[in-house]
């Protein structure tokens, strides 16, 4: 031991398991000179290294800066300890166990260029292997049963390894030591194809040949991915494509496509340059992307919308099929781009196949055939899907699943565990450790006993990977939920403690929390249904919200509802959502008009096709019978493409302002274009609202009236359409500058499912931040209320910190 020696200990956290950290840090170790040893441990990967003060120091520095792709180090802890005389050398010493941990698993991650360029090398014992993997990429998260993230608690268990991945397994200097999921042809999992009966038609590479053929031909197959099932079919056959949304039942959302590269992505739409990084990343989520008119891609792919769901291949086995479907093309197809459905391998409303008996009987009157392997997929995950908002180069998340999950968001205090138990719609589940916020992968609308069960299996596994145990649960306020049944069985099973927070304020601590703000904000929550408060019991009478300016303090957890969009009745309730037709007509008849054309009012489009439905809806709403009232942004939205005649039933969630929002002529500036009044009506409160709290309510009425005018005088539906996302925004941004200024705030959180409407995504910050004030967008998650559980999770860490603890 030289006498300037020193011995440093370092712990670190973060996601340092299972990516390459260990054999990185031993080269760099071996290129300093250093002597010591390196290990996973509960806390972290620990380090001890001795050597020369400036190398220890440049040693703790390069670790830092040139981590291996998929490692995150969240923190480093450092201590100087005595050095050891006679060190020698640097070694990887074994994993070890015990309570508690502070470990991130790493998300799964698409196939790195260096196992894609081996997948085609014919001379590579891995050629066309479609599980080739390494530390660099891979399987993980849907792998993995429990911590540590070692191959026996992974679905890699039961494959044990060949003597040549063994040796690249055990060697610190492969690109595969400790690679979890490391397999080959010899000795990993295999693929073969199945009929709808189970029986094996094909193995191998015999197997991806006719898998290739078959879609060729127009066929529907079903192919077991990473987190689960795909339907997979000819994107340019409209044949096919018409099929298959036959058979799912999906007659008009959009479907996903993947291609094979970007090359391919560019012929069939606008590819911005963040788009490419988006989809060429290890991630590869899909990536909303404007379409090219006359691009070769079915027109029933995305028959409402001007973009397509577009991602690239981001695991061996998608890469091998291209191989093989491409070259099919080629030969039979020479000009038609290789693009290929691929959406959820599932019925509507249920949860992704996972298990290969399990598709085979869900998806049996789906697909034709089934593309099987036998590594087990542990954790079901769907597709994470985001878009590039114009102008501002920033992402926004659709869909947060594949790819990001179980990464955290990182929150502005620390705190006990608390689990989110999430909304009914677009459902996730949040469970808090210290200063981070774990959001599941996206679970789908728990509204049947399938969801129900997925919500379980990962509420489990996430208490199990994290190790963790809630001292709180807090749900939605709608007593009828599922998730309000999970609360209170949770409860009565462990004795839990539960909360509830209301849908909406949910939204808003979500936005909050991702942004990390602390104290007081305004938000607007823009969405289609949350249960309100302002009902004694949910009876006939109750109303729904989602039209709502709040003021929210996430410290003293102060909650306000300063103003409203001006309510109207749902005639027919849950009918009134699917058939917005319903909802115009119910506007109307607010504003005194109940028949087409009276008053000098436009016609009604939907009386063709609703004729005696329409003929009833008075008498409904007179004796108000099943007419909850709503405050709700997104109905307003389906009123007004009903009005147009652009949307009278939907069969998808959002389809009416969907369709809405594409028929705007976007060549009108905002300004010139917010033509229709929308004023903060006063009350007899006071302006402001401290002994009186009876909220105001913005007048869209007047607004509607306005429209309703500009339709009788034969304005065209794009400058209508146009007018009314221009003014609606124009006075929910003068009533968000109206209660910063009385209430003395400066920061507008914006948050629901509306700010999915790429206007309002983006001129709505614009047109706050014109005003002077601070919008707060949601980052990491989206908007819709895939963000309610955060916010209900983050409600619950500074609840308990204000009552000091937990209450018995």
Known sequence: MASADIRRRLVVTGQVQGVGFRPFIFRLAEELKLVGTVHNAPEGVVIEVQGQHRSVDQFARRMEDEQPPLARILRVTMQDIPAEAGASGFSIQKSTGGAGHDVLISPDTATCPECQAELFDKTNRRFLYPFINCTNCGPRFTITRSVPYDRPNTSMHCFPLCPDCQREYDNPRDRRFHAQPNACPVCGPKVWLA???????????????????????????????????????????????????????????????????????????????????????????????????????????????????????????????????????????????????????????????????????????????????????????????????????????????????????????????????????????????????????????????????????????????????????????????????????????????????????????????????QGPALCLALDGTGFGTNQPNFGSNWSIWGGECLLVDTLTLHHQRLAYLAEFSLPGGEAAVHEPWRLAQALLWELDIESSGEDGAPPWPWLPEFEQASRFLPQILRKNLNCPLTSSCGRLFDAVSAMLGLCLRMTYEGQAAIVLERAQDLSIPLRAAAVYPCPLLKNDGGERLDADKTPRELDTYSLFRALLKDISSEVPVPVIARRFHASLITGLAEMALHFAKIHGIGHVALSGGVMQNMTFATELPAELAARGLTPLTHKMLPPNDGCVSLGQAAYGQRLLALRGSCPA
């Open 195 to 517: 009929d709808r009966s189970g029986m094996v038609v094909a193995r191998r590479d015999e197997a991806m040949r006719k898998l290739a053929a078959i879609l060729m031909q127009g066929g529907i197959v079903a192919v077991k991915g990473l987190g689960g099932f795909h339907l997979v079919c000819d994107a340019t056959s409209q044949e096919a494509v018409r099929e298959l949304r036959r058979r799912k039942h999906r007659p008009h959302k959009p479907l996903a496509v993947m291609v094979p590269n970007l090359d391919t992505a560019r012929a069939l739409a606008q590819v911005s340059r963040p788009e490419e990084q988006w989809l060429s990343g290890r991630q590869r989520p899909i990536v909303l992307c404007s379409k090219v008119r006359g691009a070769p891609l079915a027109e029933s792919v995305a028959p409402d919308v001007d973009f397509v769901g577009l991602m690239l291949p981001y695991t061996p086995l998608h890469l091998v099929l291209f191989q093989r479907y491409g070259r099919l093309l080629a030969q039979e197809r020479q000009n038609m781009p290789a693009a290929l459905v691929m959406t959820s391998g599932n019925a509507s409303d249920e949860p992704i196949c996972l298990g290969n008996r399990e598709a085979l009987g869900r998806l049996n009157g789906i697909a034709d055939i089934f593309l099987f392997h036998n590594r087990d997929i542990l954790i079901r995950c769907d597709d994470s899907v985001v878009r590039v908002l114009p102008g501002t180069d920033e992402v926004q998340f659709l869909r947060r699943a594949r790819g990001f999950v179980p990464q955290p968001v990182f929150l502005p205090e620390s705190g006990p565990c608390v689990m989110g138990l999430g909304p009914e719609l677009k459902c996730t589940l949040t469970f808090t450790k210290g200063d981070q916020a774990f959001v599941s992968q996206h679970l789908g609308d728990m509204e049947n006993i399938e969801t129900l069960g997925f919500h379980h299996e990962i509420s489990e596994h996430f208490q199990d990977i994290l190790e963790v145990q809630p001292e709180l649960v807090v749900r939605d306020q709608h007593p009828n939920y599922l998730t309000t049944s999970v609360a209170q069985d949770m409860a009565r099973k462990t004795g839990v403690t539960t909360a509830i927070l209301q849908h909406h304020f949910a939204h808003a601590h979500a936005v909050l929390a991702e942004n990390k703000h």
